[in-house]
């Protein structure tokens, strides 16, 4: 028997602590306060340098404190602020899943008529139409932007070259999940502290099935028929769910189900893993001296297929959106488009490198020499982005959008208890089948025609 994981008490006297006066103005300063809530990812890090040392200093009239939370407490604690009208964030960073059904919702404010009333000479600098439309559309309701892309990514595999050619092995720049598993077995070596592959484990709808979605895409599963009845107890599911699990159980890192895309990361960054297979925003920071022990030998592949190239690889974009009962709105727009921009780019590039630039957010940067020149990954991010195909997430017809998650307000919560069942699986507390079979029941219990009516992104 298992018992599934919960934030604990602990943790949310954390999120409480964080929280405990953060106030919308500085009465004593006479500035205005922005407070943003956002992930606690490398890329958001650097943006609140950047705020500090930069953006501050030219608006010294505007001060940005940061409320910075792992992933999962984070999506936690914003939607719940947001749901309720606390008022405790002007500014949330916030993903392509939420932006449709949070702009349905009025929680966050239309864009579309702040970005009209900017001066022609900001409007130019900005430039709107520089922004890669596939993320955009991601980030629209009914036609209006409700965020603004920091960064955008896809999927990929990034693997050890050093490791590849010790084995004599080649990596194809479109792999198929066969050859992956053959890789990881000739390469894996855990006397050494070397592992085959390296992959998500940790529950959470935004971490294990995040890659663990793209699989099932490609051999075929889906979450759902045209009817809304739940399929993750069908055949193609359970081969693609099993393929995952004996992936990591045979040459994944140890305790991969407590390992999230952090932990992953750290140990392909230490020459401890042969393969990773996320997100193609992790690039960077494995081609930055400073951070990784194998920058420069690092290799890069589109995301690998099966069945089928549909949902192969994802399209998500952590996003600014501006909070519908902010009362600093023109305050948070100044600031969201300063950290959104071109100049934005170039200012982080020249900062902490042109590998780290936000990746996925502007066409600009990908013809911009100098990240060209220290990004090989580049053109496979761009490509892969361009590439993603919600709205066609698997071999079968399906009713939904989305490639590693279904486009329902439902999904939030269907989503983190169908991966507490995967994590439990990959630490063999259950079985794959018995997993399977108590997430299609917690789906179909919770999600059918009649409550996903009425909510459309277009």
Not at 70 to 82: F, G, H, W
Not at 390 to 415: H, S, W
Not at 416 to 441: F, P, R
């Amino acid at each position: 028997m298992y018992r599934k994981s919960a934030i604990g008490l602990s943790s949310l006297l954390l999120i409480t602590m964080v929280l405990t006066g953060c106030g919308t103005n500085n009465a004593s300063s006479g500035k205005i306060v922005l407070t943003v809530g956002t992930v606690n990812n490398s890329q958001m890090t650097q943006m609140e340098q950047l705020t500090k040392s930069v953006f501050e200093k030219e608006h010294p009239n505007i001060q940005v404190n940061f409320v910075t939370l792992p992933e999962n407490q984070l999506r936690q604690k914003v939607t719940q602020d947001v749901a309720t009208n606390a008022g405790k964030f002007d500014v949330v960073t916030i993903g392509n899943y939420e932006a449709p059904i949070w702009a349905n919702n009025q929680w966050v404010s239309n864009l579309k008529p702040w970005l009209s009333k900017m001066s022609t000479k900001a409007s130019a600098a900005y430039d709107y139409g520089d922004l890669i439309k596939p993320v955009m559309q991601s980030l629209s309701f009914h036609g209006s932007p409700y965020a603004l892309p920091f960064y955008g990514e896809s999927s990929m595999i990034m693997y050890n070259k050093k490791l590849f050619q010790e084995h004599h092995l080649t990596m194809p720049l479109h792999p198929t999940w066969q050859q992956i598993a053959h890789f990881a077995k000739v390469i894996n070596d855990p006397s050494q502290h070397i592992y085959g592959i390296l992959l998500r484990g940790q529950s959470g709808w935004g971490m294990n099935l995040a890659p663990l979605d793209t699989v099932i895409n490609t051999f075929g599963g889906r979450w759902f028929n045209m009817k809304w009845q739940s399929r993750l107890n069908s055949t193609n599911v359970e081969n693609a769910v099993s393929f995952y699990v004996n992936l990591l159980k045979k040459y994944g890192e140890p305790s991969a189900a407590a390992t999230g895309w952090q932990g992953a990361l750290s140990l392909m960054s230490q020459g401890k893993g042969g393969m990773y297979y996320d997100a193609t925003s992790e690039a960077g920071v494995l081609e930055t001296p400073s951070s990784s022990k194998i920058a420069g030998n690092v290799g890069f592949a589109y995301a690998p297929v099966s069945a089928t190239q549909n949902g192969s690889h994802w399209l998500w974009s952590w996003a600014l959106a501006m909070v519908k009962d902010s009362h600093h709105k023109s305050a948070a727009f100044q600031w969201m488009t300063w950290a959104t921009s071109p100049q934005y780019l170039v200012l982080a590039g020249k900062t902490f490198g042109w590998q780290n630039v936000p990746p996925g957010t502007r066409y600009s940067i990908y013809k911009n020499p100098k990240y060209l020149a220290a990004a090989p990954f580049a053109n496979i991010t761009l490509n892969s982005i361009s590439t993603a195909t919600p709205n066609d997430p698997t071999l079968k017809t399906v009713p939904y959008t989305g490639v590693q998650f279904v486009e329902i307000p439902q999904f939030e919560t269907v989503g983190q208890e169908v991966s507490q069942d995967i994590s439990a699986a990959i630490a063999g507390q259950i079985s794959v089948k018995g997993a399977l079979t108590e997430a299609n029941s917690q789906v179909a219990s919770q999600v059918n025609a009649t409550k996903v009516a009425g909510f459309s992104r277009s």
